[in-house]
């Protein structure tokens, strides 16, 4: 059992961090520029957001390396540097968090559909080894592999990651409800075809992050656990659902309006709560609050 585990079985429902991609567009972050390039190239920029989610109260912050698999990279040139920018992006998540928090590195999807074909899942696994390789190296205490909607990648991340290291690993993916009221991802994969693989495949902890506000997670969770009971439970909510005003798209949920939320999520069986789209580190703060 590694250090995330350790502290669930201790019965502490841990929080987690909120977004980071708007931080570092409010940076300066250009919109055809690599996210993860500046663990390497703006450093400080990356250190003062995982810092600013430790000040928060958060007990794990992620790490700036959502798209650092070599699959992604390769759209900006970067595949040569993936052990580069996934080891910088633990390290300085592991800065900022010092003694106060635990850091789980983060895996996000290649972009590329290995079921239609677009992709070997050899190439596929083989990415997500070197990406966990790298994160491992800079210090992560886990691995959460997320805003994932293909069983067949995620699988191949699962068994990547338990490959090459043996932090506690999370996976989540992105579910919506649909007309009939059931929740799937846009692959079509439901609640629990999904527990089945994230499973078999050897995830220590399942969830769910993006696509809903709390509401929404609310209702996943319960879903998960009247077919799981035991499974450590992480969510990553977003802001609300995302609306369109004045040209750009807005999370609406206040941090008050989040926080409000979070003790019927953890009645529900949530285990590790946190934020996705549009939470900042005043959600987090809120949170931090409500379950203290």
Same mark, same amino acid.
């Given at each position: 059992?590694?250090?995330?585990?350790?502290?669930?079985?201790?019965?502490?429902? $841990?929080v987690s961090d909120g977004a980071w991609g708007t931080f570092l567009h409010q940076k300066?972050?250009?919109?055809?520029?690599?996210?993860?390039?500046?663990? $390497?190239?703006?450093? @400080?920029?990356?250190?003062?957001?995982?810092?600013?989610?430790? &000040?928060?109260?958060?007990?794990?912050?992620?790490?700036?390396?959502?798209?650092?698999?070599?699959?992604?990279? &390769?759209?900006?040139?970067?595949?040569?540097?993936?052990?580069?920018?996934?080891?910088?992006?633990?390290?300085?998540?592991?800065? +900022?968090?010092?003694? #106060?928090?635990?850091?789980?590195?983060?895996?996000?999807?290649?972009?590329? *559909?290995?079921?239609?074909?677009?992709?070997?899942?050899?190439?596929?696994?083989?990415?997500?080894?070197? #990406?966990?390789?790298? $994160?491992?190296?800079?210090?992560?205490?886990?691995?959460?592999?997320?805003?994932?909607? @293909?069983?067949? &990648?995620?699988?191949?991340?699962?068994?990547?990651?338990?490959?090459?290291? +043996? =932090?506690?690993?999370?996976?989540?993916?992105?579910?919506?409800?649909? #007309?009939?009221?059931?929740?799937?991802?846009? *692959?079509?994969?439901?609640?629990?075809?999904?527990?089945?693989?994230?499973?078999?495949?050897?995830?220590?902890i399942i969830g769910a992050n993006c696509g809903n506000g709390t509401a929404g997670m609310?209702?996943?969770?319960? @879903?998960?656990?009247?077919?799981?009971?035991?499974?450590?439970?992480?969510?990553? +909510?977003?802001?609300?659902?995302?609306?369109?005003? @004045?040209?750009?798209?807005?999370?609406?949920?206040?941090?008050?309006?989040?926080?409000?939320?979070?003790?019927?999520?953890?009645?529900?069986?949530?285990?590790?709560?946190?934020?996705?789209?549009?939470?900042?580190?005043?959600?987090?703060?809120?949170?931090?609050?409500? =379950?203290?």
């Amino acid at each position: 059992m590694g250090k995330v585990l350790d502290k669930i079985a201790k019965g502490k429902v $841990l929080v987690s961090d909120g977004a980071w991609g708007t931080f570092l567009h409010q940076k300066g972050l250009k919109a055809d520029e690599c996210p993860e390039s500046w663990n $390497l190239q703006r450093p @400080d920029d990356v250190l003062e957001i995982a810092s600013s989610y430790v &000040e928060a109260g958060a007990d794990i912050i992620l790490t700036n390396s959502f798209g650092a698999s070599p699959l992604k990279l &390769e759209g900006y040139g970067l595949e040569m540097q993936t052990l580069d920018l996934n080891r910088s992006a633990a390290e300085l998540s592991k800065q +900022a968090a010092g003694d #106060q928090a635990l850091v789980m590195g983060s895996m996000g999807p290649t972009g590329k *559909m290995v079921m239609m074909g677009e992709v070997s899942p050899q190439e596929v696994f083989k990415g997500f080894m070197e #990406q966990a390789k790298g $994160l491992a190296e800079g210090g992560a205490d886990g691995i959460v592999i997320e805003t994932m909607t @293909d069983p067949e &990648e995620a699988r191949l991340a699962i068994e990547a990651v338990k490959k090459v290291t +043996a =932090l506690d690993l999370a996976c989540t993916f992105t579910f919506s409800k649909n #007309q009939d009221g059931v929740y799937r991802t846009m *692959m079509g994969t439901d609640v629990a075809s999904y527990l089945e693989m994230a499973l078999s495949a050897g995830a220590d902890i399942i969830g769910a992050n993006c696509g809903n506000g709390t509401a929404g997670m609310i209702e996943l969770v319960r @879903d998960i656990r009247a077919l799981d009971s035991e499974i450590p439970v992480l969510v990553h +909510a977003n802001a609300g659902l995302p609306l369109y005003q @004045d040209g750009k798209t807005v999370f609406p949920e206040s941090p008050g309006e989040m926080a409000s939320q979070i003790e019927e999520l953890v009645t529900a069986g949530a285990n590790i709560v946190g934020g996705c789209c549009g939470t900042t580190p005043e959600h987090i703060r809120q949170i931090v609050l409500i =379950l203290s």
